[in-house]
């Protein structure tokens, strides 16, 4: 009877974490290598600080550890584990309750055109082709649109050799997550529609937002 007890304490403990808002949120946007993979381009956390929430941006090109492949960078994590693997690196397996969201390319696209556009620093000119059109980017601040912002990341390789890639990617995840934070109405409407996965009831994550 005392295991029985111990083991329907459990279950029901977490049952109840399950119906909980999450303490902090991983967003993960999906972008398109050259050769047709499909990767994590962009990565944030999301955690309240002091009564608001604060972003905080990964460079999914950055080097770190995942274990049990020979993949070096943040953003292969999404293809060789799920946004789980993605989560366990840049937020670890312990603390606060962790939710994820990920967003295919179109959705976050939609996420960004949904709030008028992102405004990012653009560290050096570039053109990106993706395949359907091209694009060229100024040095200097400007607001991007959503198919803008997704070409730019798919070219932010180009340029890794001055560490502008990383920049690239580093305000456009903000800018996205931020997009998610400050935006209740938008967020609910991407949660909502066609290429999001979420790891928590849509519900959840829009009372974590909306805190």
Not at 30 to 41: F, H, I, P, Q
Not at 177 to 183: G, K
């Given at each position: 009877m005392l295991i029985a007890g111990i083991a329907l304490g459990g279950w029901t403990l977490w049952n109840r974490t399950q119906n909980l808002p999450p303490e902090r949120l991983v967003v993960v946007g999906?972008?398109?290598?050259?050769?047709?993979?499909?990767?994590?381009?962009l990565v944030a956390l999301i955690e309240p600080r002091d009564g608001a929430l604060e972003v905080e941006a990964k460079d999914s090109g950055e080097e770190v550890a995942i274990p049990g492949t020979s993949y070096d960078r943040l953003r292969d994590a999404l293809s060789m584990g799920g946004a789980e693997e993605v989560?366990?690196?840049?937020?670890?397996?312990?603390?606060?309750?962790?939710?994820?969201?990920?967003l295919d390319a179109a959705a976050w696209a939609r996420l960004i055109d949904g709030v008028g556009g992102i405004q990012i620093e653009i560290p050096e000119e570039t053109t990106v082709f993706t395949g359907d059109q091209l694009y060229r980017f100024d040095k200097g601040t400007r607001k991007l649109s959503g198919a803008e912002a997704v070409a730019l990341v798919m070219g932010a390789d180009e340029l890794e050799a001055t560490g502008a890639g990383a920049r690239v990617r580093v305000a456009v995840g903000?800018?996205?997550?931020?997009?998610?934070?400050?935006?209740?109405e938008a967020a609910r409407e991407i949660l909502a529609g066609p290429g999001v996965e979420l790891s928590a009831e849509s519900g959840l994550i829009e009372a974590f937002l909306g805190q």
């Open positions: 999906e972008s398109t290598l050259e050769d047709g993979t499909t990767v994590a381009g989560v366990s690196v840049v937020a670890g397996e312990d603390g606060p309750r962790t939710a994820w969201v990920v903000e800018g996205v997550a931020r997009a998610l934070a400050d935006n209740p």
